[in-house]
């Protein structure tokens, strides 16, 4: 019975691998023997979002080796995810004297670290003490593993981003193909949220979500998701506005407890899983993420990319969008346009 529940579990996990955002992802499946060997190393691995995230990359076969950071609680994470029977091998590490070894030989570092809103919160009330963790960490990731693949998910990600570019560009290091801020949830949300009212199967929805990741900034583009079900205008709004507060949505009702965790770690797998496919070759992988670009005006923005061997292979446009979309585009750029540059004076004060 139980053995049953886990093989349908894991079914669950590689389908969800291969059809993930807005876009589709390498349909070919690989066992692990011939994969390459890949190093992925999570900073905040005692979290929230971390546990949880360290388990399901634990589930990846593309992971060869998996480093657990944390500044408390990471021997114990990593004893209990260690002994999970898959591929890689597990190594947990604490405090910043051990940062170093973490990271080195990473081709992913994946970044949960930081604190999580509270009802009433902004994304952007983080930004006081999250903007100092990630300064510091993305230091260290300039000096132990310059050339890994950085997945960033601390929030406010409008300004976590744009601090760890000019980090990484102080450092003298920096690749824009190599930056990325997790938007993965937004897409998973718009996908739940538009299956619900098209009532189709959400395993076949694709809606790409562009912007930034807090309220305005974030711009699902219901006009362009697939399978079409021609929905009226009002249900598109509010759908726009569930997937815009579905944070917010999730920090209420933890009443205090958080934010998104489970959901977010579920997200954050498949964007490492995306990243790691790329670097491993595989054609096709077309995720939404927060990167450097020039799509519109602005330095960052959030649109589909397509990853490759090196990171970013191409950040793919906008497409058509409706009136409703551009009215959105337009309101969301002051917004973001202010997080991007908040995290840029901060980086360089
Ligand atoms: N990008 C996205 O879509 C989402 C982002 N988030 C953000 O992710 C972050 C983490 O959220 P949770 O896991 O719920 O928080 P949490 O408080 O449960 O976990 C954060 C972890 O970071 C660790 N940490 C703090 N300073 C650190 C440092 N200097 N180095 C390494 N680790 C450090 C803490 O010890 C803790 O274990 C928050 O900023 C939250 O807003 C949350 C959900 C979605
Ligand atoms: O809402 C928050 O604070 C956490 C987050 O970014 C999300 O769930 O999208």
Known sequence: MKATMLRSAGAALKRASRSTSSCHLGRRSYSSESQPERKVAILGAAGGIGQPLSLLMKLNPLVSSLSLYDIAGTPGVAADVSHVNTRSQVKGFVGEEQLGEALEGSDVVIIPAGVPRKPGMTRDDLFNINAGIVKS???????YCPSALVN??????NSTVPIAAEVFKKAG????KRLFGV??????RAKTFYAGKANVPVENVNVPVVGGHAGITILPL???ATPKANLPNDEIKALTKRTQDGGTEVVEAKAGKGS???SMAYAGALFADACLKGLNGVPDV????FVQSTVTELPFFASKVRLGKNGVEEVLGLGAL???EKEGLESLKPELLASIQKGIKFANQ
């Open 137 to 143: 960490l993305c230091v260290a990731i300039s000096k």
């Open 152 to 157: 960033m998910i601390s929030n406010p990600v």
């Open 173 to 176: 290091i920096y690749d824009e």
């Open 183 to 188: 938007t993965t949830l937004d897409v998973v």
């Open 222 to 224: 219901f006009s362009q």
């Open 260 to 262: 998104a965790t489970l």
């Open 286 to 289: 077309v995720e939404c993420s």
């Open 322 to 324: 409706s009136d409703f």
